[in-house]
Structure formats: structure tokens, C-alpha cells
């Protein structure tokens, strides 16, 4: 039962080698040829060396012994020349191990870079759905597993094979009787290799997602190191800690205790061919059998040596083998997620009017932004002002296709207007907003953009046109203006300081110590959550989007920060659509529309006035009269 069971994880390392080996091929496969050169260069000269005794002990030894020679001359002339093959040996051996250095670092950056940009092309659902560590640590163990691999497994393993294969032919040639004692104890060999590597397999693939596990929760402790302080859980966090931490030394105990036994099982069973293949060479040396003479029984315990030393070899460089194809799988299983699809064909351009005020395509930024709305069918192509209008007609939407969160979901913003989504968390607010920039797609009804279904713009167009500032604001390494930048890659100093300014942030960035080239590091760390938020809205308005997503844009921000703030945010959304969620009802009272959610749906809208006229629910979230 165990054997079967072990045949498909046998057969899924091997793909994963070989996968990874034609990955590296696709990139090196000329200088891995050479090295392929090298290693054949290197095993025919271990073979002649091992192969010179014969020829000392039955050419030279032995007639000298027997005449009283003295003559070395020839000797000497063959010690040289042996001399130079082995020099060729060590010359090879050095190149192809060179050779490999660049190509497995290579094939690591490459990998490194292909992985990088696969995960920039996957949806927002996996990363909801998979724990940041555990995708790091794909970046880190698991790709460092085939480096191990790349540089000194696969060409140890080739050159172990080639060794053998010329050894075998040599063996033959030389005497077939000694030659089936080396091959029955190297089939036994491989044997116990293949049941070794069977059994800590499986262990190997549990230790990379126990590693995972541990690098994810030690991702999360970081992240919530003050909250753990606050809580006092510091020894809960220890003990959680040292579950996963057990859990992986148990995989890897368990992956290395068969692994490890490999090497000195197969090198006792080496040493027993060795001492067979001596006690049967000697008994037909000495009775003059088979042919064997002193010189063949001297060079063939050399050469059972050079045959079983390989597999030996090959047993010590398989648990690194098994660990890279855990790793291997993995790395490929991040490779092999499914991007983010894209069939929208509605683009996002320049625009500018020409002299009978119709829209056309601009080469330079003009401040005005048009759809460019190709129709297939007439062959004609329609440009539609940019302006941020936006409607929900009927939509649904569920994480899942058997669990909806969103219901019937209707809404208008025309452009410039502002709407407002307030509720009880887990009411949807923030669901109808990735939304509107597809970071998930809807079940059932339409969203139009401008008069367009939002499915038809290409997505990257659709969300350079959204500006947003999230309630959890991320900084990355870099200056303060670099980081505001970021909202436009174009934009120029002044455009970043002016952003600055509208968000009321170019007061507190003059006074850090180098302005806004203040190098910001570990999520601008040395900035307050409220100087964090401004420079995110900085951001926001550097981007100049003509909608704006502001998902708990004030709720870091202290009640003074909030009135300097305020008429920043009034200046950026004046003139734009903009949907905002908060939960400061305060923040909302001067919208266009007010939507009230419960549960997925929307039970009331209307202005702050109209609201709290009708005694709603609106009116017992802001009075705070629920008994009403």
C-alpha cells in the first residue's frame, strides 16, 4: 500500500526537476552544454587515472620484479603524461563549476523576476486570501532550495552518472566476472536510494509549508507587536509560536532522520562491493582464472570504488534533490496561478478639441482625459469626455458564488458629485468600492463609467482614472516626494509640492529634518498615523483623478488634524465624483446622497437633512437615539 501511495509523489519530484531543468535550459542552455563538455572531460580523465595502476603494476612492477630491471624512462614518460590528463581533469572540473555559478545565480534572478511579475499580474482575491509570510517565504526558502540544486546537486548527479557509465564501459572491457559483483551491490544501492528518498519526500513537502506557516506568523507578530503589548500576550504569542515552530521541527525531523541515514548506509554497502570484488580478484589472480592478473585485481577495486562512490555521492546530494523539489513545487504553484484577466478594450488617452469642438486623440498631456471606445461592428472609433459619472444597476456580488453580500444595489453619481456610504461594519461599503475599480467583478447586473460598462475599459485605465485613499495607508522606501509621486509618475516637483499643500501636508513636511527628500523607511515609521494619511491624500490629489475613493480617508487623523485636513479634502473633491465611507458622520453631512447599508443592502439615501427628517436609521447612527 505504501508503495503505491509513493509512486505519484516519486513521479511529481521528478516533473518538478525536470521542469525547473528545462526552466533553467530556456535561459542557459549553451553554457550548460559546456558544462555537460566539462563534466564528460572530467569523467573520462578520473577513468584514466583510475585505470593506470594496471598498467604500473603489469608493465612496470611486475617485470621489473621479475628481470631485475631498472629502466624507469618509460614509467617516467607515462607518470607525465598522466600527470597532464589529470591537470586537464582539474582544469574542467573547475570550469564547469564556475559555469554553473553564473547560471544557477542567473536562473535564480530570472525565476525571482518571472515570480515578481506574476504576482503583480494576480488578482486582489489572492492576496485576501493567502498570508503574506507564507508568499514571501516562496521568494526566500523556497527559491533558495533550487539554488542548492542549480549549482551543486544537478551537476554532481551528471557528473556521478557520466562517472558511472564510463566506469561501467571500463569495467567490462577490463574483466565481466568482477564487473557483476560492482553491479548487483550498485543495484542494491539504488534500491535503498529510491525507498530513502520515497520515505523523506513527502516529509520535505511538509517542511516547506510548516517553514511558510512560520514565517507567516512571524510576519503577523511584527505587524502587531504593540497590540500583542498592549494585551499583555506576550507569553499566548510564545506559546502559538512555539506550535508552529514545533510542528516544523517535526516535518524536518522526520525529513532529515531518512535522508541522513542515506549516505553512510550506502558508502557501508560501497565498502562491502569493495572488499568482494578483493577477496574474488585475488582468488582468480592467484589461481591465474578469468584472466585476472595482479594489476587487474589492483586497478578494479579503484575502479568499484569510482563506480559506487557516485551513487554515494548521488545519496548525499538527494535529500537536497527532495527538498528543492518541495520548494520547486511551491515556487511553481504561485507560477501557475491564474493572472488577472482582462478583456476590456476601452482605453483612457489625451484628448484635445478641435476647431468643431468634437474630441480627438492628443500626443501630450492636455489636462483632458477621453474614452477611446473602439466599436467593432461599424469599424469606427467614438471619444466620450471623462468625467466621472457612475451608476449601479441592479448589481450583485458575493466572495463566493454561494454566499451574496451585495443586493440589488442601484445607485446614481453624476459627475462632481459626492455620495457617502455609511453603516455598520461588514455592511458592504467598502465591498461596493473595489467594486468600482474591478478589483472584484460582479455577480449579476451593470456598472457604467462615464455611460460605459465598466467590463468594456481596460483595467488598468479604469483605475489610473480613480484616485483612492484607504483607511490603512502604506509608504514605501523612499523620499517624502517620491512617495507622492507615486500617485503620478510624471508629476514634477512643483505639481508634488502643490498636492502637498491642497492636503494641507507641505506644513509639517518642511519641518522634517531634510523636507521633502526626508528618506522614509519600515512604512514611514517615523511619521505620526495622521502625517501618513496626509501624505496619502497628497498622493490622491497628485494623481488629479476626475473620481476619488476615500474609504476612511479621516479616521487616523485627530479631531484638530481633521479640521486643517477638511478643507484640503473639500478643495481635492470639488469638481470630482467621490465616494466616501466613514464613520465619522460628520464628515459626510454636505453630500449629494447619503447611503445607508445594512447587510448588503441600501435601505435609505438621501441628504443629511432629508435623513434625519425621516427618523431612520441614519438619524439613530447619528443621534445616537436607537430607542427611537
Known amino acids: 500500500m505504501n508503495r503505491k501511495k509513493?509512486?505519484?509523489?516519486?513521479?511529481?519530484?521528478?516533473?518538478?526537476?525536470?521542469?525547473?531543468?528545462?526552466?533553467?535550459?530556456?535561459?542557459?542552455?549553451?553554457?550548460?552544454?559546456?558544462?555537460?563538455?566539462?563534466?564528460?572531460?572530467?569523467?573520462?580523465?578520473?577513468?584514466?587515472?583510475?585505470?593506470?595502476?594496471?598498467t604500473l603494476v603489469d608493465d612496470y612492477i611486475t617485470p621489473m620484479l621479475a628481470n631485475g630491471s631498472k629502466d624507469f624512462s618509460g614509467l617516467a614518460s607515462n607518470l607525465v603524461r598522466l600527470a597532464c590528463i589529470m591537470g586537464v581533469g582539474v582544469l574542467t572540473a573547475f570550469t564547469y563549476n564556475r559555469i554553473m555559478v553564473n547560471v544557477s545565480q542567473g536562473t535564480m534572478l530570472h525565476l525571482r523576476d518571472d515570480l515578481f511579475r506574476r504576482m503583480e499580474a494576480l488578482p486582489i482575491k489572492y492576496f485576501d486570501t493567502h498570508a503574506h509570510g507564507d508568499i514571501m517565504s516562496v521568494y526566500t526558502n523556497d527559491v533558495d532550495t533550487l539554488r542548492q540544486l542549480l549549482s551543486q546537486s544537478i551537476p554532481q548527479i551528471i557528473n556521478s552518472v557520466i562517472s558511472m557509465v564510463a566506469t561501467l564501459v571500463t569495467m567490462i572491457i577490463l574483466n565481466p566476472v568482477l564487473t557483476i559483483i560492482s553491479v548487483l551491490t550498485a543495484v542494491v544501492m539504488l534500491l535503498v536510494t529510491a525507498n530513502f528518498s520515497r520515505l523523506s519526500g513527502k516529509y520535505y513537502i511538509r517542511q516547506q509549508i510548516d517553514l511558510g506557516a512560520v514565517d507567516?506568523?512571524?510576519?503577523?507578530?511584527?505587524?502587531?507587536?504593540?497590540?500583542?503589548?498592549?494585551?499583555?500576550?506576550?507569553?499566548?504569542?510564545?506559546?502559538?509560536?512555539?506550535?508552529?515552530?514545533?510542528?516544523?521541527?517535526?516535518?524536518?525531523?522526520?525529513?532529515?532522520?531518512?535522508?541522513?541515514?542515506?549516505?553512510?548506509?550506502?558508502?557501508?554497502?560501497?565498502?562491502?562491493?569493495?572488499?568482494?570484488?578483493?577477496?574474488?580478484?585475488?582468488?582468480?589472480?592467484?589461481?591465474?582464472l578469468a584472466g585476472v592478473t595482479i594489476g587487474t585485481v589492483v586497478t578494479f577495486v579503484g575502479l568499484n570504488k569510482s563506480f559506487t562512490n557516485p551513487i554515494t555521492q548521488v545519496s548525499q546530494q538527494i535529500n537536497f534533490v527532495v527538498n528543492a523539489a518541495a520548494g520547486a513545487q511551491r515556487v511553481f504553484d504561485l507560477m501557475d496561478q491564474t493572472p488577472e484577466t482582462d478583456d476590456g478594450y476601452v482605453e483612457l488617452v489625451n484628448a484635445e478639441e478641435d476647431e468643431n469642438g468634437q474630441l480627438r486623440e492628443a500626443p501630450e498631456r492636455t489636462n483632458i482625459w477621453a474614452w477611446k471606445h473602439p466599436h467593432k461592428a461599424e469599424g469606427t472609433v467614438t471619444y466620450t469626455?471623462?468625467?466621472?459619472?457612475?451608476?449601479?444597476?441592479?448589481?450583485?456580488?458575493?466572495?463566493?458564488?454561494?454566499?451574496?453580500?451585495?443586493?440589488?444595489?442601484?445607485?446614481?453619481?453624476?459627475?462632481?458629485?459626492?455620495?457617502?456610504?455609511?453603516?455598520?461594519?461588514?455592511a458592504g461599503k467598502t465591498t461596493i468600492t473595489n467594486l468600482i475599480n474591478r478589483f472584484y467583478d460582479i455577480?449579476?447586473?451593470?456598472?457604467?463609467?462615464?455611460?460605459?460598462?465598466?467590463?468594456?475599459?481596460?483595467?488598468?485605465?479604469?483605475?489610473?482614472?480613480?484616485?483612492?485613499?484607504?483607511?490603512?495607508?502604506?509608504?514605501?522606501?523612499?523620499?517624502?516626494?517620491?512617495?507622492i509621486r507615486y500617485g503620478n509618475l510624471d508629476a514634477t516637483d512643483e505639481e508634488c509640492i502643490g498636492a502637498a499643500r491642497l492636503a494641507n501636508a507641505d506644513g509639517f513636511i518642511r519641518r522634517l529634518p531634510d523636507g521633502y527628500q526626508t528618506m522614509l523607511t519600515g512604512d514611514g515609521s517615523n511619521l505620526s498615523q495622521g502625517q501618513r494619511q496626509l501624505l496619502a491624500i497628497a498622493r490622491a490629489a497628485v494623481a488629479d483623478p476626475p473620481a476619488l475613493i476615500l474609504d476612511e480617508a479621516t479616521s487616523s487623523i485627530d479631531t484638530r488634524t481633521e479640521k486643517l485636513v477638511q478643507a484640503g479634502m473639500d478643495a481635492l473633491m470639488r469638481g470630482r465624483t467621490t465616494f466616501v465611507i466613514a464613520h465619522r458622520l460628520s464628515t459626510v453631512k454636505n453630500s449629494d446622497c447619503i447611503m445607508v447599508m445594512e447587510q448588503g443592502r441600501i435601505i435609505e439615501r438621501g441628504t443629511h437633512d432629508d435623513l434625519i427628517a425621516a427618523k431612520g436609521k441614519y438619524y439613530q447612527l447619528y443621534t445616537g437615539n436607537f430607542a427611537s
Open 6 to 54: 509513493s509512486r505519484p509523489e516519486v513521479t511529481t519530484a521528478t516533473k518538478l526537476i525536470s521542469r525547473v531543468i528545462r526552466y533553467m535550459l530556456h535561459y542557459y542552455k549553451i553554457p550548460f552544454f559546456f558544462v555537460i563538455v566539462c563534466i564528460l572531460a572530467t569523467a573520462i580523465t578520473t577513468v584514466i587515472g583510475a585505470t593506470f595502476p594496471q
Open 216 to 288: 507567516g506568523f512571524i510576519e503577523e507578530m511584527l505587524d502587531g507587536q504593540k497590540v500583542v503589548k498592549v494585551f499583555c500576550h506576550e507569553q499566548a504569542a510564545m506559546d502559538d509560536f512555539h506550535k508552529v515552530n514545533e510542528a516544523l521541527r517535526n516535518s524536518a525531523n522526520k525529513a532529515n532522520s531518512y535522508a541522513n541515514l542515506l549516505m553512510p548506509v550506502n558508502a557501508n554497502i560501497g565498502w562491502i562491493s569493495y572488499a568482494l570484488v578483493a577477496i574474488v580478484g585475488a582468488i582468480l589472480g592467484i589461481n591465474e
Open 385 to 426: 469626455r471623462q468625467e466621472g459619472g457612475v451608476v449601479f444597476d441592479d448589481v450583485d456580488f458575493g466572495y463566493t458564488d454561494n454566499k451574496i453580500v451585495l443586493h440589488n444595489i442601484s445607485l446614481w453619481a453624476k459627475p462632481g458629485q459626492k455620495i457617502a456610504f455609511v453603516g455598520a461594519t461588514g
Open 443 to 483: 455577480a449579476d447586473g451593470k456598472i457604467r463609467y462615464d455611460g460605459i460598462n465598466i467590463n468594456k475599459i481596460k483595467k488598468a485605465d479604469l483605475r489610473r482614472s480613480l484616485g483612492m485613499v484607504l483607511q490603512d495607508t502604506h509608504l514605501f522606501t523612499g523620499t517624502v516626494m517620491e512617495n
